[in-house]
C-alpha cells in the first residue's frame, strides 16, 4: 500500500474514534450522574442537594431525588401522579381514590388524624403536606422527627402547574411533570379565552349545608368563578371558608348557587336544599347547579374540568338573561 495512503486511512481511523468519545462523554452526561433518564432536561436539577421553597417560605432541602413519598391530602396524591412520580408514593392520606393507583397505597389516615406512627414506620424521605389543610402542629412533630416535608398550598389556578414542576424536582420527574404543567397552562389559557370579557354574574358557592358555608376570595375556588366571568358575593369575608347566615345569602341575592355539597341526590338534592330561599334571584329563575367536589375542591389538575363546568353553568344564566330580555322587548 503506498504511504501516502496508509497515512490518510490512518487518519480517517483517528478521527472516528475521536468523534466515538466526543460521542459517549456527550451521552452520558446528558443523563445526568445517576444515570436517570428523568433528569435530561434543564428544569432538572442536576447538582445536589436540591433546594426548593415551599408555601411557607421556608426552604427545604433534599440531598437526592425523594423515592419514597407519603401524600397528605387526596389532591397531593393526584399531584405526585401527574408529576410523574405515583410509583414513588409509600403512603397517602385517605379519600386518595385517583387515580384509581391510588387506591393500593397504604393510608396514613387524614387531615383531623394522620397516623404518625405509620407514616414513621414507611420511612419517607418526603412527605408534601397542605398547608390549609393539615394541622401545624402534625407538620412540627414530622420535623422535630427529621422527616423533610414540603408544605404546598394552590390559591390561584395558575399554581397547580408550580407545583406540578415542584414535585417533579423534587422527585426526579421533570421529564413528566414538566409537560404535564405546560399542558395545563395552555388549556387554562384556553378557558381564559373563551370566557375573557363577559358581563358578570353574582355567584353563592355553596360548600357545606349545615350551616351555611362559602369561600372567600383567596380560595382558589373563587378564582374559578373570576375566570368564567362570576362575581363571589362573599369574596371579602375574613376567613377562607366562613360560615353565613341566611339572612346574608337573602341579602346578597346571587344570580347564580353553585353546590359542591355532595349531597345524595347531586344536583337534584342541592336543589331541593335551596328551595327554602325562595326570595332570592337564583332561587326564583331556577340557577342552582352542583358541580362534583372533587372536581371543585381539590387543587389537582382535574380542576380545569370544574371550570369548564362551572364556566358552562354561568354562560346558560346569561343565555336565560338575554331570552328574558327579548322577551321583554317583544
Known amino acids: 500500500m503506498p504511504v501516502h495512503l496508509a497515512m490518510l486511512l490512518d487518519k480517517i481511523r483517528r478521527s472516528i474514534l475521536i468523534l466515538l468519545l466526543v460521542f459517549s462523554a456527550s451521552l452520558w452526561s446528558s443523563m445526568g450522574v445517576a444515570?436517570?433518564?428523568?433528569?435530561?432536561?434543564?428544569a432538572s436539577p442536576l447538582i445536589f442537594p436540591i433546594n426548593l421553597t415551599d408555601d411557607r417560605g421556608r426552604s427545604v432541602r433534599l440531598e437526592h431525588f425523594a423515592e419514597r413519598i407519603i401524600s397528605l391530602s387526596p389532591h397531593i396524591t393526584e399531584l405526585v401522579f401527574a408529576a410523574g412520580a405515583g410509583d414513588?408514593?409509600?403512603?397517602?392520606?385517605?379519600?386518595?381514590?385517583y387515580p384509581a393507583a391510588a387506591r393500593s397505597i397504604m393510608d396514613v389516615g387524614d387531615s383531623s388524624s394522620l397516623d404518625l406512627e405509620r407514616?414513621?414506620?414507611?420511612?419517607?424521605?418526603?412527605?408534601?403536606?397542605?398547608?390549609?389543610?393539615?394541622a401545624s402542629m402534625d407538620i412540627g412533630k414530622l420535623e422535630k422527627l427529621g422527616i423533610t416535608v414540603f408544605v404546598t398550598e394552590a390559591s390561584r389556578l395558575e399554581d397547580v402547574p408550580r407545583l406540578l414542576r415542584a414535585t417533579g424536582k423534587l422527585a426526579g420527574t421533570?421529564?413528566?411533570?414538566?409537560?404535564?404543567?405546560?399542558?395545563?397552562?395552555?388549556?387554562?389559557?384556553?378557558?381564559?379565552?373563551?370566557?375573557g370579557g363577559r358581563h358578570k354574574i353574582s355567584v353563592f358557592q355553596l360548600i357545606w349545608h349545615q350551616p351555611l358555608m362559602?369561600?372567600?376570595?383567596?380560595?382558589?375556588?373563587?378564582d374559578i368563578i373570576n375566570i368564567c366571568g362570576g362575581a363571589n358575593?362573599?369574596?371579602?369575608?375574613?376567613?377562607?371558608?366562613?360560615?353565613?347566615?341566611?339572612?346574608?345569602?337573602?341579602?346578597?341575592?346571587?344570580?347564580?348557587?353553585?353546590?359542591s355539597v355532595q349531597l345524595e341526590l347531586a344536583e337534584t338534592g342541592t336543589?331541593?336544599?335551596l328551595r327554602g330561599?325562595?326570595?332570592?334571584?337564583?332561587?326564583?329563575?331556577?340557577?342552582?347547579?352542583?358541580?362534583?367536589?372533587?372536581?371543585?375542591?381539590?387543587?389537582?389538575?382535574?380542576?380545569l374540568q370544574a371550570a369548564k363546568t362551572v364556566c358552562a353553568k354561568l354562560e346558560s344564566v346569561r343565555s336565560d338573561q338575554g331570552k328574558n330580555v327579548f322577551q321583554q322587548g317583544i
Do not use: C
Not at 407514616?119 to 393539615?134: K, M, T
Not at 421533570?174 to 370566557?195: D, F, H, M, V, W
Open 271 to 273: 336543589k331541593q336544599l
Open 214 to 222: 362559602t369561600v372567600n376570595g383567596n380560595h382558589v375556588i373563587s
Open 233 to 259: 358575593i362573599f369574596a371579602s369575608a375574613p376567613s377562607l371558608t366562613p360560615v353565613i347566615s341566611a339572612e346574608n345569602l337573602l341579602e346578597a341575592d346571587p344570580q347564580a348557587v353553585i353546590s
Open 277 to 303: 330561599f325562595p326570595d332570592i334571584s337564583a332561587v326564583r329563575n331556577d340557577h342552582l347547579f352542583f358541580v362534583h367536589p372533587d372536581l371543585l375542591h381539590r387543587q389537582a389538575v382535574r380542576m
Open 119 to 134: 407514616i414513621i414506620a414507611l420511612q419517607p424521605d418526603l412527605v408534601i403536606a397542605w398547608r390549609s389543610g393539615n
Open 174 to 195: 421533570s421529564t413528566r411533570a414538566g409537560p404535564a404543567a405546560k399542558t395545563y397552562e395552555e388549556e387554562l389559557q384556553r378557558i381564559k379565552l373563551n370566557y
Open 88 to 97: 414513588k408514593l409509600v403512603g397517602v392520606s385517605r379519600y386518595s381514590d
Open 35 to 42: 444515570g436517570a433518564v428523568d433528569v435530561a432536561d434543564e
